[in-house]
């Protein structure tokens, strides 16, 4: 019987939440304990609800599997590990001590949240990250204990703006920065999810601050793409002379809703959009800002050509006494039409998937289906309509101006291939 510890960090201290216990993932089950349950503590999850009982195997495995890399990335720390992929609890048992957001698997000596150490991650090591796929990904995924969602090879590392310097988290140090890297099969990936960061920056979308790592001569093998986490705040606490940050608590939607990972894309309808809404007007502290802004990002991932929109790419972060929840910043926006891959859109809009197929009759479809005022809705989506091609131009501008050429046949390929060629 295995027994692994979650603790949940608020305001710095770790609090012991639970146990899942189980002879493997196969009968694995989340409980909470007694004393978090009297003292009136934040569910760890909204499709967790405090309650005495075990959460059922299904309910366990969608949360907590959904705290795990995927697909490649999930395959190689498996073989690091000399376990099975789909075995969830024994990567959780390894990995677990740097998750997305505040929880932390294992036990603890004390309850401190931040101890640890920050030791300096070289250029070489850096340089290898950019350079090749999984060796020295995994390396630092096994050495810093952390999990990260998501398929692209990334890592958390910490970054010391002042003195320019990346660190690796070891012991219980948070991380800083998601530093994720290219993908040979996808061209100047890392350059085409800057642009469309900045290009939903400039149309008002919230989105965290990112930024192209060049270990060397800007090609794809030499950079990496970085962004500062909103689920980290920087404290007054420091460690050897760098500050640390608390851990602030982020759910994706699939986990808030209670879907596995593997049902992120919705391929047959299912009502994902309104079931987003309905999400946010039920849980964030500013439901009216919450629901415009994730309107926005809905009608932009469509515009920009975002057909890996999925379920996971939204999340919920919730603030330091873990008492306020809201929609986190925009993140994984990419233009994977220009690389032609699927031309589904992850998400039904109104009654169409093909992004070729959807026009505003299906955005008027999904706005009546999520409950959003017929009225705002098309404002929104004129207002994002008509600012679209001038903030990709900027954008563009901008990363060319950082030494990027490719960016102006991202820019090309975004005009030809997204959404905006349908309906401008
Ligand atoms: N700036 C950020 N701050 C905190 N968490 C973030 C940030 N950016 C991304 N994340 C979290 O990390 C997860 C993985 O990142 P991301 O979606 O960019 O990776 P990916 O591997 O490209 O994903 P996918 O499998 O969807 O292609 C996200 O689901 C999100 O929860
Ligand atoms: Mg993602």
């Not at 219980?172 to 290219?182: R, Y």
């Not at 415009?292 to 919730?318: A, C, M, P, Q």
Request: charged fraction near 25%; hydrophobic fraction near 35%.
């Amino acid at each position: 019987m295995k027994e692994l510890i979650v603790n949940i960090e608020k305001n710095g201290k770790l609090i012991k939440a639970g146990t899942i216990r189980g002879n493997d993932y196969s009968d694995a089950v989340f409980c909470y304990d007694n004393e978090y349950l009297e003292n009136d503590n934040t569910p760890i999850s909204i499709s967790l609800p405090l309650q005495n009982e075990p959460f059922s195997v299904k309910q366990t495995y969608n949360f907590f599997e959904g705290l795990l890399p995927e697909g490649f990335s999930r395959k190689t720390v498996a073989n690091y590990f000399k376990t099975n992929e789909e075995d969830y609890i024994s990567i959780l048992e390894q990995l677990g001590q740097e998750c997305l957001g505040a929880i932390y698997i294992g036990n603890t000596s004390n309850d401190s949240a931040i101890d640890g150490t920050y030791e300096p991650l070289s250029d070489e090591l850096l340089k290898n990250l950019a350079a090749e796929g999984a060796t020295t990904l995994t390396k630092i995924l096994a050495e810093t204990h952390l999990s990260l969602t998501g398929a692209t090879g990334k890592v958390g590392v910490y970054y010391d703006e002042e003195g320019d310097k990346w660190y690796l988290s070891k012991g219980t140090a948070p991380s800083t920065h998601i530093v994720k890297q290219s993908h040979v099969r996808y061209k100047s990936i890392v350059i085409n999810e800057l642009i469309c960061l900045q290009t939903a920056k400039l149309l008002g979308i919230n989105v965290p601050d990112s930024f192209i790592i060049n270990t060397g001569n800007g090609k794809d093998e030499d950079i990496l793409f970085a962004t500062k986490r909103y689920d980290r705040i920087l404290s007054d606490i420091k460690i050897d002379g760098l500050s640390v940050p608390y851990r602030l608590h982020q759910e994706d939607f699939a986990q808030a809703l209670g879907i596995d990972a593997a049902s992120k894309y919705e391929t047959t309808k299912k009502g994902y959009i309104a079931k987003m809404f309905a999400l946010i007007s039920n849980v964030s502290s500013k439901p009216i800002e919450d629901t415009g802004e994730l309107w926005r990002r809905i009608v932009f991932n469509y515009l920009i050509g975002n057909t890996d929109s999925h379920i996971k790419n939204y999340s919920l972060v919730y603030n330091n006494e873990l008492n306020k929840i809201k929609l986190a910043p925009a993140y994984d926006i990419v233009c994977t039409t220009a690389y032609n891959t699927s031309n589904d859109m992850s998400m039904y809009v109104g009654s169409k998937l093909k992004i070729n197929e959807i026009d505003k009759s299906c955005f008027d479809e999904a706005a009546l289906e999520a409950g959003i005022g017929k009225n705002i809705a098309t404002k929104e989506y004129e207002k994002m309509l008509a600012g679209f091609e001038n903030a990709l131009s900027e954008a563009t501008d901008l990363v060319k101006s950082l030494g990027y050429k490719e960016a102006d046949n991202i820019k090309e390929q975004i005009l030809k291939t997204g959404g905006f060629q349908y309906i401008s």
